[in-house]
């Protein structure tokens, strides 16, 4: 079955990298995928990796995937206040469905 | 384009009530899905629809029942609400045929039970 873990919580000054992490257990995943919640909105898709591939940048995100650890990271760089939110990892294998990790919850503080 | 709407945004039950969670989606896509959000816990998938008319349980779908009659609209139900129910409900859609599924969300229902 699926099992996804991240840690709770990170708290990270303005203007610097943050780096989330997630694991997984399920080795057929397919694809990672990186949502992000905002205070009292619903999720969006923030980025995702294929798992044939390593890395993944865009923008000002930066996807790493260690396939043989089942470990995937996330690093925002330059982070901002507008960067505060609750971030997801989750996974999908060929069922149509996702699982999803508990969610980290970023502060950027100033 | 509205995209993924959810009705109510918030709602106050007694135990024992009953209500129905309304989820729209105007993208035309065929899978949806309710997940309640938890603290710690993240999202647990409820139930979900592969295509209108269908339904299958999902993670938690105890004490829900849902039905897709038609494809844009997805509905969650509670038949005897209890404190346990109370959390936050997000409906999600999304187009995909194959492996990669990127499931568009709605903004939530508040749900307090007492």
């Known amino acids: 079955g699926e099992d996804v873990e991240q840690s709770l919580f990170l708290s990270v000054r303005e203007g610097d990298s943050s780096v989330i992490n997630c694991t997984y257990t399920?080795?057929?995943?397919?694809?990672l995928y990186w949502y992000k919640q905002e205070p009292g909105a619903g999720l969006q898709l923030l980025t995702y990796?294929?798992?044939?591939?390593d890395m993944k940048q865009d923008q000002r995100l930066t996807v790493l995937l260690n396939k043989k650890d089942k470990h995937l990271s996330l690093r925002i760089a330059d982070t901002q206040t507008g960067d505060s939110a609750i971030y997801f990892c989750?996974?999908?294998?060929?069922?149509?469905?996702?699982?999803f990790g508990a969610g980290t919850t970023v502060t950027v503080r100033a | 384009n509205a995209g993924v709407t959810q009705t109510p945004k918030f709602r106050v039950l007694k135990t024992g009530q009953s209500m129905t969670l309304l989820c729209a989606q105007d993208?035309?896509?065929?899978?949806m899905y309710w997940y309640r959000q938890d603290p710690g816990m993240g999202l647990r998938l409820i139930h979900y629809?592969?295509?209108?008319?269908?339904?299958a349980k999902g993670e938690v779908p105890d004490g829900y029942n849902v039905s897709r009659l038609k494809k844009q609209n997805f509905l969650l139900g509670l038949e005897s609400a209890a404190p346990s129910q109370t959390s936050v409900y997000f409906c999600?859609?999304?187009?995909?045929?194959?492996?990669?599924?990127?499931?568009?969300f709605g903004p939530g229902t508040r749900l307090t039970v007492l």
């Open positions: 999600a859609s999304s187009y995909s045929q194959g492996i990669y599924n990127e499931q568009f």
């Open positions: 399920d080795s057929s995943s397919t694809y």
């Open positions: 990796i294929f798992s044939n591939m």
């Open positions: 989750a996974e999908s294998t060929n069922d149509y469905k996702l699982s």
């Open positions: 993208m035309n896509h065929e899978y």
């Open positions: 629809s592969v295509g209108e008319g269908t339904t």
